[in-house]
C-alpha cells in the first residue's frame, strides 16, 4: 500500500528556477490537493483537484501551478521560486465528499 | 469563508492522563465534516477521528473521542489514558462538501513522563 507518495523530500532551489513537485496516489481517489505548511498557520491550500482535467484555485495559489491529466497523478510546478516559497508542501487525496484526506509524507522547499 | 480556531498553541499533560483540546470554527453550512490531524515530528499529517455534523453521536476511536457541539461550533479533541507516543502537533479541520479542508493553526501536545 503506497498511499501518497511525494517526490523529492528535500529540495533546495535558488531564486528565479523553477521546478515540479511530485505527488502520486494508488487509491483510485477522485479528490487531490496541494497544502503548504508554514510556522504558526496550519496548513494552507494551494491548488486542489476533484477528478482528472479539472483543478481550481486554494487560498495561496499564486507562482504555483498544476495540472491532472490522470486520477493518480497531481504535480506541483513552482514557476519561478522565490524565497517565500520556502516551506513544507503537502499532497492530499481522498476518495469523495466527507471522507479524510490521506496526507503524502511532504516536501522540504528552501529557496535560497 | 470558513475558519477554524484552536486557541491553544500549546499543552501538556502527564502521562496516564486526560487531556481535551479545544477547536472552534465558523460556518452558515448545515452539512460538514470535522476532523482531528496529528502531525509527530516526522511530520506526517495522521488522521486521528472524523465527526459528520449530521450525526448528534460523538466520534470514539480508541483512547480518542470528541466532543461535538454543533450550536456552539465547537469540537473539542480528549486524549484519554495519555501516552508518550501522543506529543505531536494536533490540527482541527473542517470540510464542507467536495472542498478543501480548513486547518486550524494547531497545538502543541506535549507528554510528560
Known amino acids: 500500500n503506497a498511499g501518497v507518495t511525494q517526490t523529492p523530500k528535500f529540495q533546495v532551489l535558488k531564486t528565479g528556477q523553477s521546478m515540479t513537485l511530485q505527488c502520486a496516489q494508488d487509491m483510485n481517489h477522485e479528490y487531490m490537493s496541494w497544502y503548504r505548511q508554514d510556522p504558526g498557520m496550519g496548513l494552507r491550500l494551494i491548488h486542489y483537484?476533484?477528478?482528472?482535467?479539472?483543478?481550481d484555485q486554494g487560498e495561496v495559489p499564486n507562482g504555483y501551478n498544476v495540472s491532472r491529466s490522470t486520477t493518480e497523478d497531481f504535480p506541483l510546478r513552482l514557476l519561478s521560486a522565490a524565497p517565500s516559497q520556502t516551506s513544507v508542501y503537502f499532497c492530499a487525496s481522498r476518495r469523495g465528499q466527507g471522507g479524510g484526506y490521506t496526507f503524502g509524507s511532504g516536501t522540504r522547499l528552501t529557496v535560497v | 469563508a470558513q475558519t477554524v480556531t484552536q486557541s491553544q498553541p500549546e499543552m501538556s499533560v502527564q502521562e496516564a492522563e486526560t487531556v481535551t483540546l479545544s477547536c472552534t470554527y465558523d460556518t452558515s453550512e448545515s452539512d460538514y465534516y470535522l476532523f482531528w490531524y496529528k502531525q509527530p515530528p516526522s511530520r506526517q499529517m495522521i488522521l486521528v477521528i472524523r465527526?459528520?455534523?449530521?450525526?448528534?453521536q460523538n466520534a470514539t476511536e480508541n483512547r480518542f473521542s470528541v466532543n461535538f457541539q454543533k450550536a456552539a461550533k465547537s469540537f473539542s479533541l480528549k486524549i484519554s489514558d495519555s501516552q508518550l507516543g501522543d506529543a505531536a502537533m494536533y490540527f482541527c479541520?473542517?470540510?464542507?462538501?467536495?472542498?478543501?479542508?480548513?486547518f486550524g493553526q494547531g497545538t502543541r501536545l506535549t507528554i510528560n513522563p
Open positions: 465527526q459528520e455534523a449530521y450525526k448528534q
Open positions: 483537484s476533484v477528478g482528472a482535467g479539472i483543478t
Open positions: 479541520a473542517f470540510s464542507q462538501g467536495a472542498q478543501k479542508l480548513v
